[in-house]
């Protein structure tokens, strides 16, 4: 998976050159309604259980603290926002066409349905080095009779992991996903993600990651995952 504009990242647009003449073009100013704000997919919804409120709440409430001279201050935890699209406009040649990239979206936000199958959001802990995801899995995503399957599972620790690992080092590659399954997770429950940081050895970021219950009771998964620094230039241009 390529991570390296992730799950938190906004479009953004830079501005070109007059191929004849090589004078850079004017940054043009245009009214506001023209370019909606993008929806953030990780704010809640009408399908959220009591149990995806409860977490949501919970680590949302210590984005903000309170000192005792009665002022905010950014606290421990910070909300990442999740939006359904990645680079609206990229080079790549035949790989991306202009019509392929107005029609691309994010694998676990491409589902219009609410609790339909992904629904999260990510939080992280600079100073702890760790990113936790409150997961509500929909029934578009079962496998083993009503149960999520393993693959979603997958896809969902890439996509924290991989996050966490953009966030501690920058534009990453996963390079390996070393997943034990130990539990299954029925739909429609409500689980927690927690990513943390093992180790940084120049391009390498390894990261670690248990699936488990809310309570902390129940054991899903378990996973050691790799990834590797890669330039922006090789986002860009596909590898």
């Keep these: 998976m390529l991570v390296g504009l992730s799950d ?5 647009h830079y501005a070109g050159y007059n191929q004849d003449n090589m004078v850079p073009k004017r940054n043009v100013t245009l009214p506001s309604f023209l370019f909606p704000k993008p929806r953030d997919f990780s704010l809640p919804n009408s399908s959220w259980g009591l149990e995806m409120m409860r977490m949501y709440e919970h680590y949302n409430r210590q984005c903000e ?6 002022q905010k201050q950014e606290g421990p935890w910070q909300k990442l926002p999740s939006y359904n699209r990645l680079l609206k406009y990229a080079t790549g040649g035949v790989y991306l066409s202009e019509m392929i990239q107005s029609k691309a979206r994010l694998f676990t936000r491409n589902i219009r349905n609410p609790g339909a199958a992904f629904e999260y959001v990510l939080f992280v802990n600079s100073e702890e080095q760790k990113c936790v995801c409150v997961l509500q899995a929909g029934h578009l995503l079962e496998g083993p009779p009503g149960h999520v399957h393993g693959g979603a599972i997958a896809t969902m620790i890439d996509t924290v992991t991989g996050t966490h690992a953009t966030i501690l080092s920058g534009p990453v590659m996963t390079a390996n996903l070393n997943i034990n399954y130990r539990r299954p997770i029925p739909l429609g429950s409500t689980v927690l993600l927690e990513s943390s940081l093992e180790k940084k050895e120049g391009r390498k970021t390894f990261i670690t990651c ?4 809310t309570d902390g009771s129940k054991l899903h998964t378990e996973t050691s995952a790799l990834f590797l620094s890669i330039s922006a230039s090789h986002l860009l241009s596909g590898l």
């Design 8 to 12: 938190l990242q906004r479009h953004t």
């Design 210 to 213: 248990r699936v488990t219950s």
């Design 65 to 70: 603290v309170e000192t005792e001279g009665g």
